[in-house]
């Protein structure tokens, strides 16, 4: 099984402010479980300007520069997204 991210932590250590990815970043792509897919989608279209590439019951596929996807963002019931820890 996968760990969580730690997003908190993460965000803890950044040094400066996100004005975006350098224009020559190559990224190939992720796929993210999420519990909502809905506000997903409104954080990574309208609050970063990724644009949908592709739908699938359950899923929603975003890119930028009419890339196949960069991301995959899957939806997930909270009781499969915990930790075998239970975290």
Do not use: C
């Amino acid at each position: 099984m996968t760990d969580p991210l730690d997003g908190d932590g993460l965000l803890a250590e950044k040094e400066l402010d996100w004005n975006g990815l350098p224009t020559d970043t190559m990224m190939g792509h992720i796929h993210l479980h999420v519990a909502d897919l809905q506000k997903t989608k409104e954080f990574y279209v309208k609050g970063l300007g990724f644009e949908v590439v592709t739908t699938y019951p359950g899923a929603l596929f975003i890119s930028t520069a009419k890339y196949h996807h960069h991301l995959g963002l899957i939806y997930m019931e909270r009781d499969r997204r915990t930790s075998a820890k239970g975290k």
